[in-house]
């Protein structure tokens, strides 16, 4: 297995809550993670119809059968649980009992917020991150190989096409749960909505627009953007809250949390489709944006992440915001670091002033470099502080 930085969280949650969750797309290594971390613990898995039919029909009897812990795997599937759970929880002061994980948080983290209120310690896991992949050795040699693989797990522990594997993601997972969740009458629709919100990742979301390029309403598609944010397939980066001058963009950015699949759904099949394809800036945005989203997620770290845009065009990629002080990411993905990419974070260095610390500039190229006013950091390594 390969190990993931959230390990050190999740522990450290298993010792202080007698509940931990465990919440992220599906195939990100959820259950391969808790597995491995509680291998004393029985396990459950509530997409399977004779257990979800238990829980569901009798969940005194079936909690009574693991009064000692488990770990109840997909537990959106049988919400209904978890009151059931909280009964049994309060009877022991036992700590780091019961592991539950979940793949869409459509409603699941309002139920565990009212019925295990205090009790619960939650942790997102997402697709492997670039220095996960780089310490087992298995991150591609290439840029463009990384942006049409992607990071989820099963395309880099087992000889399976990237093309393959995501086209069959799509079917199995994506589709069958907006399905679930919400009313599509016509898939294709959806097929195209999904597509489209690929070629817009990156930019700065117009539901109008993409509701009238998919044919649909203004309202179908936020139901269904809510459905693929659930199920964390996309994610919006808000833009910075402080304006400076009151002239700022003030609608989210739409990006995929992987960029393989982004780029599968861009009907890129190979990596060198990638060497000229009009999209590869954006691409490279996405997946660099992801890698800081993990780096927050996998840390007890309370920063927050936001982009910034004047509506004159200035604009950083990313503000990670710490205490009083924001840090500007700029993410280019050229080879070569020219003055132009270091426009706009020293336009927002001036802007912010004492509040702006040292910005960062990650770029398509392979070296590291800490001049006096940027950190320069490559591809696959973007995070400062993470190899």
Same mark, same amino acid.
């Given at each position: 297995? *390969?190990?993931?930085?959230?390990?050190?969280?999740?522990?450290?949650?298993?010792?202080?809550?007698?509940?931990?969750?465990?919440?992220?797309?599906?195939?990100?290594?959820?259950?391969?993670?808790? @597995?491995?971390?509680?291998?004393? @613990?029985?396990?459950?898995?509530?997409?399977?119809?004779?257990?979800?039919?238990?829980?569901?029909?009798?969940?005194?009897?079936?909690?009574?059968?693991?009064?000692?812990?488990a770990i109840f795997d997909e537990i959106q599937n049988v919400p209904t649980l978890l009151s059931y759970l909280q009964q049994v929880?309060?009877?022991?002061?036992?700590?780091? @009992?019961? +592991? *539950?994980?979940?793949?869409?948080?459509?409603? +699941?983290?309002?139920? *565990?917020?009212?019925?295990?209120?205090?009790?619960?310690?939650?942790?997102?896991?997402?697709?492997?991150?670039?220095?996960?992949?780089k310490s087992a050795d298995r991150l591609p040699d290439t840029l463009n190989e990384l942006l049409y693989q992607g990071h989820y797990p099963p395309i880099h522990d087992r000889p399976v096409s990237p093309t393959a594997w995501h086209e069959n993601y799509v079917a199995s997972y994506i589709e069958r749960d907006v399905r679930q969740l919400v009313a599509v009458r016509d898939l294709s629709v959806f097929q195209t909505f999904l597509r489209l919100c690929a070629g817009r990742t990156g930019q700065v979301l117009n539901l109008s627009a993409l509701g009238d390029d998919a044919g649909v309403s203004h309202n179908t598609a936020r139901a269904w953007l809510s459905v693929l944010e659930a199920g964390f397939v996309v994610h919006l980066l808000q833009p910075y809250h402080r304006s400076f001058n009151k002239r700022l963009i003030k609608s989210p950015k739409l990006y995929f949390h992987d960029v393989g699949l982004a780029a599968y759904l861009l009907s890129i @099949?190979?990596?060198?489709?990638l060497v000229a394809h009009p999209l590869r800036g954006a691409l490279f945005e996405s997946a660099m944006v992801s890698e800081f989203v993990k780096a927050l997620h996998n840390s007890r770290d309370s920063g927050s992440?936001?982009?910034?845009?004047?509506?004159?065009?200035?604009?950083?990629?990313? +503000? +990670?915001?710490?205490?009083?002080?924001?840090t500007a990411v700029e993410m280019k993905s050229g080879s070569t670091v020219t003055r132009d990419m270091l426009r706009g974070i020293r336009r927002w260095s001036d802007v912010a002033g004492k509040t702006a610390s040292i910005p960062v500039l990650v770029y398509g190229g392979d070296t590291s470099q800490n001049r006096t006013d940027v950190t320069i950091r490559p591809w696959h390594s973007p995070v400062p502080g993470h190899a």
């Open positions: 297995m *390969i190990a993931r930085a959230a390990e050190a969280l999740l522990l450290e949650y298993a010792d202080g809550f007698p509940v931990v969750a465990v919440f992220g797309p599906r195939q990100s290594g959820k259950t391969t993670l808790t @597995r491995a971390l509680f291998p004393d @613990r029985p396990y459950l898995s509530l997409e399977n119809l004779d257990t979800r039919e238990f829980a569901m029909s009798d969940p005194r009897g079936f909690l009574a059968q693991y009064r000692n812990g929880v309060d009877e022991s002061s036992t700590l780091g @009992r019961f +592991i *539950i994980t979940g793949s869409q948080q459509y409603n +699941i983290r309002q139920d *565990i917020s009212q019925s295990l209120a205090g009790r619960v310690g939650a942790v997102t896991l997402l697709p492997f991150s670039s220095a996960e992949l @099949r190979n990596a060198d489709d992440l936001a982009y910034w845009r004047e509506r004159r065009g200035d604009e950083v990629d990313l +503000i +990670i915001e710490r205490g009083g002080t924001a």
